[in-house]
């Protein structure tokens, strides 16, 4: 697993997945497919909208309440289904993502795991916020419509969706709390 520190995420992505990206994109060297994924995910796969505005005010005033020094994790690479659970592949091996998800929970306020979800299947945390994709998310060269594609939640532990319709509720209850 290849860790990525960015001015505002931490970065996991799988060494195939990287390699992959490197050459199918005709990328020169690692610093280039590094930006190239990183401008993806902020732009294409909406992850700014998380990193900026009323949601990141609502992951960071949830850091503070419960004691998170670190703010967001973004796990990216391949997922895939396997026996009514979600997956990826890391080293030639199939991994849960729950296993992931657990081995990190509580060292971020946010994991956002950025890996097909094509059985629109969910993981948990005690202490984290997760966001996840409700299905599979498209390519590079597809961005333009990737609204239609798939759909980002943004998940409390113990209270489920935080959304668009709730998120000023979830903030006076931060407030409260």
């Known amino acids: 697993m290849l860790t990525f520190d960015q001015k505002d995420f931490c970065l996991f992505i799988t060494e195939e ?20 994924l990183v ?27 419960k004691g998170l020094t670190k703010q967001f994790a973004v796990f990216f690479t391949h997922g895939h289904e396997e026996n009514g659970q979600w997956m990826y592949d890391n080293k030639g091996k199939s991994r849960t993502v729950q296993s992931w998800v657990k081995a990190n929970d509580g060292k971020f306020a946010c994991i956002a795991c950025y890996l097909c979800n094509p059985g629109m299947l969910t993981v948990k945390t005690k202490k984290s916020l997760l966001l996840l994709p409700d299905r599979i998310i498209g390519g590079i060269e597809q961005s333009n419509d990737i609204d239609e594609r798939f759909h980002l939640t943004l998940i ?7 959304d668009g319709y709730t998120l000023d509720y979830h903030l006076r209850k931060l407030q409260t709390t």
């Open 156 to 162: 409390h532990p113990k209270e489920g969706d935080v």
């Open 17 to 36: 997945f990287f390699a992959e990206m490197k050459t199918e994109y005709e990328l020169d060297n690692e610093m280039e497919t590094l930006h190239y």
């Open 39 to 65: 401008q993806w995910l902020r732009t294409g796969l909406r992850l700014d909208e998380y990193l900026h505005g009323e949601y990141r005010t609502y992951i960071d005033r949830y850091a503070v309440a």
